[in-house]
């Protein structure tokens, strides 16, 4: 057997055992139980349409999700399959893309690729797969070039952010076609419609979502405060220290949140780091410097600030890496000037300290997730069927029963729909409202229920265990637990029996 087929069948196996480990230790938050339950509960693929009008994603991870749940009720098998479509995406980076193999292990088990976008369940990783899949082409992307087209446009519909490196790629294409004076042949044609009728998939299915109601809030902010997301996103997605002093590491960076004037001076020069590792090839330059622009017009409409938006500005450079392998150096003054400044000596000692920096901080999240609960949804539903608690009448506030409903495998009642439900209706939502609102909605519930146990965000009561008290003049509730104890941080939940008043 070769050395490079035992290098990859020993890493793709490694790969896949971290992982089937790591989500069994993993705990869904909302996020994740969300597109699960919205595939549990449709009946029909038109039923899962109308149900993720609010979400503001195309469908195919729901619809993937759809699938399975037409054969299991487990949450875990949503995982599973999470799993399996990252790992396949590792098993196509490790044969196609041109580094050495300590390049592909840094890689592969660095924060984003073994933990943010592997043992999160989300469609992030099979963005990823589409992208990797056409970057193995790139070699032959003439050749091949509809192939290539489809698994951009298949990027561009897992989510919308994906669609920012596809357009780039795709973009990067048409320029070398036109430098090379061959963009009007028609065997790059089916090529260019496969890809414009992704895009006009993608624009019908965001456009019907029906999710402006989610930009509201941000049209409230000023344009500089609009800015900073964007800005400062290619600085937090490369240089990943989570904040180590608390046990919500999760979408914290040390730097930013400690040393906010130094994180924007960094984030500013961060946008040079392009130019230091690809200025032999104007191509390459163009791709990531494209892709850099529109993630920064994403990130400046949705103001989405969570890490796992940023790691894609991460990824461009991975990318960038792979395509420019395949192209020669070029003679431009660009080049020239800046050779001159020997910055050809700085590229591998840069990119091998960014890979150990995410190898080392993936150890670190992983281990974290390992020996802590993500969330708390997982640990309360265990602590109902233990206790027998799981047979009665389960009621939220709203939205944190989701998880709850994942785990639990039915629907609980959602106070806020005075209905059950399972999945989160964003536009149905209570908002902020304090315990003594939930009081008194705890006192129209007991209207149609005499006895239910109450699991939700609130308090409610710091009374000890088991003591029945008083809320109000109708309810009484006893606090039976709680689960406080997360790297989510507020994902934490409270456990009440809650009963009627004695007459």
Not at 50 to 65: A, F, I, K, S, V
Not at 468 to 495: E, P, Q
């Amino acid at each position: 057997m070769a050395k490079d087929t035992k290098y990859l069948i020993l890493l793709s196996l490694l790969y896949f055992a971290v992982s089937f480990v790591g989500i069994l230790h993993h705990e869904l938050w909302l996020d994740e139980a969300q597109h699960w339950l919205l595939a549990r509960d449709s009946n029909s693929v038109s039923q899962l349409i109308q149900n993720t009008r609010l979400e503001g994603h195309p469908l195919l991870w729901n619809l993937m999700l759809y699938g399975v749940t037409r054969f299991t009720y487990d949450p875990f098998w949503m995982q599973f399959l999470h799993i399996l479509i990252s790992s396949t995406a590792i098993v196509v980076f490790l044969r196609k893309a041109p580094f050495d193999w300590l390049f592909k292990a840094l890689f592969i088990f660095g924060y984003f690729m073994v933990f943010e976008y592997n043992l999160i369940s989300r469609n992030y990783s099979l963005g990823i797969l589409f992208l990797f899949l056409a970057c193995s082409l790139f070699e032959k992307r003439e050749q091949r070039f509809s192939l290539f087209c489809l698994f951009l446009a298949l990027a561009a519909n897992t989510h919308l952010l994906f669609s920012v490196p596809a357009f780039a790629l795709f973009l990067t294409l048409i320029v070398e076609q036109i430098q090379n004076k061959n963009f009007f042949q028609t065997k790059f044609f089916v090529g260019y419609s496969v890809f414009a009728l992704g895009l006009i998939l993608i624009y019908f299915q965001i456009h019907s979502t029906h999710s402006d109601w989610l930009l509201e809030p941000i049209s409230r902010l000023s344009f500089p405060e609009k800015a900073i997301a964007g800005f400062i996103s290619f600085f937090k997605g490369v240089v990943v220290i989570p904040n180590f002093r608390t046990l919500h590491f999760w979408n914290l960076n040390l730097i930013v949140d400690s040393y906010k004037p130094i994180a924007a001076i960094l984030g500013l020069l961060m946008y040079a780091l392009p130019l230091v590792l690809f200025f032999k090839n104007r191509k390459t330059l163009f791709f990531v410097y494209t892709a850099l622009i529109g993630a920064q017009i994403f990130f400046f409409i949705t103001q989405r600030t969570s890490t796992r938006f940023q790691g894609m500005t991460f990824l461009l450079i991975i990318i960038g890496l792979w395509i420019e392998h395949y192209y020669n150096p070029e003679d431009s003054k660009l080049k020239k000037i800046l050779s001159s400044f020997r910055l050809a000596s700085l590229q591998k000692p840069i990119v091998y300290s960014i890979l150990l920096l995410h190898f080392g901080v993936g150890i670190y999240a992983y281990s974290m997730d390992f020996n802590y609960p993500f969330a708390s949804a997982k640990e309360t539903v265990d602590y109902l069927k233990s206790n027998k608690l799981d047979s009665r009448q389960i009621v939220s506030v709203s939205c944190e029963g989701t998880p709850i409903s994942a785990y639990l495998q039915k629907k609980v009642y959602f106070l806020c729909t005075d209905s059950y439900q399972s999945f989160c209706r964003w536009d149905s939502v209570c908002g902020q409202i304090d315990d003594k609102e939930v009081i008194a909605m705890l006192d129209g519930h007991l209207l149609k229920e005499k006895h239910f146990v109450f699991v939700s965000y609130y308090g409610l009561t710091n009374k000890l265990v088991n003591d029945w008290v008083n809320i109000s003049a109708k309810t009484k509730v006893r606090y039976l637990d709680r689960f406080d104890v997360s790297i989510g941080g507020t994902l934490n939940y409270y456990v009440f029996e809650v009963s009627k008043r004695e007459e």
